[in-house]
């Protein structure tokens, strides 16, 4: 049965941090790619982290980039996203996905973790 549930959420103030964790099973976590994704009230659930099937290749949405990093560790098929410098408009439910086109499309998501950046 295949698996992901993040954890690491929270309450944090602005300019705070948090990391994020997505543990995987169920399924051979190196060869799919992972991606985070967030979705606030009234607004379009928007892609913000994505990470290559063995790590070598990340990219960033331009809101996010410069303060959040997305890794994994294939040995504990987990990824992570490592959050600074959060503002107000980062609250979210934040979404761990991975996906794979060979053989054919495969696509996972996690049930998701609150994010709330409040003073």
């Known amino acids: 049965q295949v698996q992901l549930v993040e954890s690491g959420g929270g309450l944090v103030q602005p300019g705070g941090s948090l990391r994020l964790s997505c543990v995987a099973s169920?399924?051979?976590?190196?060869?799919?790619?992972m991606d985070w994704y967030r979705h606030s009230p009234g607004k379009e659930r928007e892609e913000i982290a994505g990470?290559?099937?063995?790590?070598?290749?990340?990219k960033y949405a331009d809101s996010v980039k410069g303060r959040f990093t997305i890794s994994r560790d294939s040995a504990r098929n987990t990824l992570y996203l490592q959050m600074n410098s959060l503002k107000a408009e980062d609250t979210a439910v934040y979404y761990c996905?991975?996906?794979?086109?060979?053989?054919?499309?495969?696509?996972?998501w996690g049930q998701g973790t609150q994010v709330t950046v409040s003073s």
């Open positions: 169920g399924f051979t976590f190196s060869k799919f790619a």
């Open positions: 996905r991975a996906r794979s086109s060979w053989p054919v499309w495969q696509e996972y």
């Open positions: 990470i290559s099937s063995l790590g070598g290749t990340t």
